[in-house]
C-alpha cells in the first residue's frame, strides 16, 4: 500500500485569503485525485493530477478556485484560493492501488487537510 | 443529486452482535463497489470490494453483499468489535470513468463494550 502524507493536517484560514495543500507519496504515481469532504456530506472528487499534465476537473469545480501543481510523480499541491467559509472542508489527497490493482476503486488516501474558513 | 446513498447516519451495536450498513445506489452504471472505514483524523481505509458480477464477498468478519435489481448492498460485520467503531463509507466506481468513486455519506458505527 502506499503511504501519504498531507500538510497541512489542519489550518484556520481567514476569508479571501488562499492556502496550499501538500501531498507527498512514497512510491511513484501517475495519477493523484484530490477529493473534498464538507461537514456531514460525503467525499467530493474535485480532480484528478497527472503528472506532466493539466489537471481534470469535476464539474463544478474551477482551475481558478483550486489551481493543482503534480511537478513529480510522488508530489501534488492543491491550492484553495479566495476562501470563504463554505470552503470549510477536509481536503484529501488520494492515490491507486499500485500496477497490480486492475480495479479502479482501491484508492488509498492521506490523512486530509481540515480547513476551517472565518 | 445523491447518486450513492446511506440513510442511516448513525448505527450502534452491542459488541459481539452482528453490524449491518446499508447503501443504495440509482446510477445501474456502477460495477464495481467499495466500503471504506475511517477514523477521526485519519483518511479512509479501504475494507472490501464487490463487483457487480458478484453477489458476495468475504473477508473474515466482513461480508458485503450486493443486491443488483435493488440497486443495494450492505456491509456485514460479524462479530462487531469496539475497535470496529468509525465511519463507514460505502463507494461505487461508474463503468465508463475509469479512476472516479462516488460516494455515500457515511455511517458512524459505534460498537458498546
Known amino acids: 500500500s502506499a503511504v501519504i502524507s498531507q500538510k497541512p493536517s489542519r489550518d484556520i484560514c481567514q476569508r479571501g485569503t488562499s492556502l496550499t495543500i501538500q501531498c507527498q507519496v512514497d512510491?511513484?504515481?501517475?495519477?493523484m485525485f484530490w477529493y473534498r469532504q464538507q461537514p456531514g456530506q460525503s467525499l467530493t472528487l474535485i480532480a484528478t493530477?497527472?503528472?506532466?499534465?493539466?489537471?481534470?476537473?469535476e464539474s463544478g469545480f474551477v482551475i481558478d478556485k483550486f489551481p493543482i501543481s503534480r511537478p513529480n510523480l510522488t508530489f501534488s499541491t492543491l491550492t484553495v484560493s479566495n476562501m470563504s467559509p463554505e470552503d470549510s472542508s477536509i481536503y484529501l489527497c488520494?492515490?491507486?492501488?499500485?500496477?497490480?490493482?486492475?480495479?479502479?476503486?482501491?484508492?488509498?488516501f492521506g490523512e486530509g487537510s481540515r480547513l476551517t474558513v472565518l | 443529486d445523491q447518486q450513492v446513498k446511506q440513510n442511516s447516519p448513525s448505527l450502534s451495536v452491542q459488541e459481539g452482535r452482528i453490524s449491518i450498513l446499508n447503501c443504495d445506489y440509482t446510477?445501474?452504471?456502477?460495477?464495481?463497489f467499495l466500503w471504506y472505514k475511517k477514523y477521526p483524523a485519519e483518511g479512509p481505509t479501504f475494507l472490501i470490494s464487490?463487483?457487480?458480477?458478484?453477489d458476495k464477498n468475504e473477508d473474515g468478519r466482513f461480508t458485503v453483499f450486493l443486491n443488483k435489481s435493488a440497486k443495494h448492498l450492505s456491509l456485514h460485520i460479524v462479530p462487531s468489535q469496539p475497535g470496529d467503531s468509525a465511519v463507514y463509507f460505502c463507494?461505487?466506481?461508474?463503468?465508463?470513468?475509469?479512476?472516479?468513486?462516488?460516494f455515500g455519506a457515511g455511517t458512524i458505527l459505534r460498537v458498546k463494550s
Open positions: 446510477n445501474s452504471m456502477f460495477d464495481y
Open positions: 464487490i463487483s457487480s458480477i458478484k
Open positions: 463507494a461505487a466506481s461508474p463503468k465508463e470513468y475509469g479512476n472516479k468513486l462516488v
Open positions: 493530477a497527472n503528472q506532466g499534465s493539466e489537471a481534470t476537473y
Open positions: 488520494s492515490v491507486r492501488g499500485g500496477p497490480w490493482t486492475t480495479q479502479t476503486g482501491e484508492l488509498f
Open positions: 512510491s511513484q504515481v501517475t495519477m
